[in-house]
């Protein structure tokens, strides 16, 4: 499998972060309308595909990952984290199953992990995997374009994005009009041979495409995390409002449950996740791993930014819980500092959804005692 995409081939693309595939091309803010209007794609033939076979499939998965996975019908879609004992995210997956397969949609650079980890807990379950990314390249899309989608098993395999809403057994830390209620994304399998044919529908003006630069600053705008962006080796879900769409808070036991439900229910994440509308009077803008700060003092990071076709300037970030929610920040942007204006994803009050009553402390004279 060659790592370079013949979308580079098309006029004006620029891979920007040497991913093989386009990061624009030419005009990322046309490119960012034509996507958010349902009329373009997106190459993401640099990610992985891996797959599960075998008839103890999903409740294998289903014992081991942060989702429930036992009831998930042909054809539907969902997403699962892999935790750690601590309950620190190591994984996550974008998930569908097409009655005979589940497919595990991951970004390439966590692929070789997940699927050893996994082979390594296969035991005597009735279970094959395999990586079918030489196979198999991944288009995103926010519209319905007429794509060779695969169907091996007659089912065509496109991963609707959950994040729209709430899933069962999920729980939505975020207040009010959630701006994911319009995430229509959707990531298309399609036959790798088949992408030259799809570069020539291109060429012939049969369909549009975008770069990622223009799919990142629409899926920032939307709050929604992404693994390789917005998760460091100290993350856990409730910090980026995961609890939504990747958790589901009352299934049977997997690793690092015990940690969920107890930030969930009597505890608050120790960070949470922001959206910063950037100040771009300066011209300049902030990178991932940028730092935040408030009054001279560091309290957090930039996770991904982009330069939104609507809204300007933006990123997320994730801050320290402490952090004052109405506050200013300031962004480091190659020296220059840059004001943000923060919205609020993740609350500081987030968590403590037991609401268990404080017990007196010991020795306290309560009035129904002296009475």
Known sequence: MSDRSPFLDLPGAVDLTGSGVPSHYGSPLAEQRALAEGGAIVDLSDRA????????????LNSLTSQALTGLAPGESSETLLLDVTGRVEHAARVLDDGDTVWLLVDRPEAEGLLAWLTSMRFMLRVELADRTADLATIGTLGDPPLPIAAPNGVPLIWHDPWREVAPGGHQYARGE?????WAWSERLVPRDALPSLVSRVTSGELAVAGTVAAEALRIAAWRPRFSTEVDERTIPHELDWLRTAVHLSKGCYRGQETVAKVHNLGHPPRRLVMLHLDGSEGVHPVTGASVTLDGQEVGAVTSAALHYELGPIAL???KR??????TLLVDADGTAVTAAQEIVVPPEAGAEAHVPRLPRLGAVTRASRA
């Not at 595909?49 to 294998?60: A, K, M, N």
């Not at 959630?178 to 319009?182: E, L, S």
């Not at 402490?322 to 506050?327: L, M, N, Q, R, V």
């Open 49 to 60: 595909v891996l797959t599960v076979q075998g008839p103890d499939r999903l409740s294998w």
């Open 317 to 319: 970030a994730v801050v």
């Open 178 to 182: 959630h701006p994911g209620a319009g």
């Open 322 to 327: 402490s952090t004052d929610p109405s506050a």
